[in-house]
């Protein structure tokens, strides 16, 4: 069997992750991974499946857009190119960053700009962004691995500095002392 990806966007409502499953079910395909979440009105999905040899992606596609047709969704079928998860360097550290702060202009550009200088990469990015000037309502949870050999005190004094040019609290944590004091 080979992979793909299929992402689905559009006007979230009931029944999308559904009908997407029954198709990929009808045509022999094995869900291995999937994430949606729903930002603001806008449902997006994306799958990762096992399909059979003989299933070609451009026909997959086409009866994808027609199962979903009457959500007027988006759809898109590409060949996975690298089976499983991409190669994480072995010596890399997982980290959560989350900022706090007034809603503006630069503020995602801004911190990720610091991710990428350093060699992050973002695995997981939350950004829930309600409006308006109180610092409660615009909160940003960035999932990011590390190269272990960076300088964390660089890296941390780098973000911080942005971070307080962008109006922001910041905070920095191991992801596992992060999923510890969170644990419910």
């Not at 869900?31 to 603001?40: A, G, P």
């Not at 026909?59 to 027609?66: A, E």
């Not at 009457?70 to 072995?90: A, C, D, I, M």
């Not at 911080?160 to 922001?168: D, S, T």
């Amino acid at each position: 069997m080979t992979k793909v990806v299929i992402s689905v966007l559009g006007t979230d409502r009931p029944g999308i992750v559904a009908t997407v499953a029954r198709i990929l079910l009808e045509n022999g395909c094995n869900i291995e991974d999937v994430s949606q979440t729903t930002l603001q009105t806008e449902f997006t999905g994306i799958f990762i499946a096992s399909v059979p040899a003989k299933l070609k992606p451009e026909h997959l596609l086409k009866g994808l857009q027609t199962g979903v047709k009457p959500f007027g969704l988006h759809v898109l079928v590409k060949p996975l190119e690298t089976p499983g998860r991409p190669p994480v360097p072995s010596a890399s550290d997982p980290f959560v960053v989350t900022t706090v702060g007034p809603d503006r202009l630069g503020l995602v550009a801004g911190i990720t700009e610091v991710m990428a200088r350093f060699g992050g990469n973002i695995t997981n990015l939350r950004a829930a962004f309600r409006g308006g000037d109180d610092p409660k309502r615009n909160t940003m949870i960035y999932e990011v691995d590390l190269p272990g050999d960076i300088d964390h005190k660089a890296f941390r004094e780098a973000l911080q500095e942005r971070a307080a040019a962008l109006g922001l609290d910041l905070s920095l944590q191991h992801r596992d002392i992060f999923e510890a004091i969170h644990r419910v």
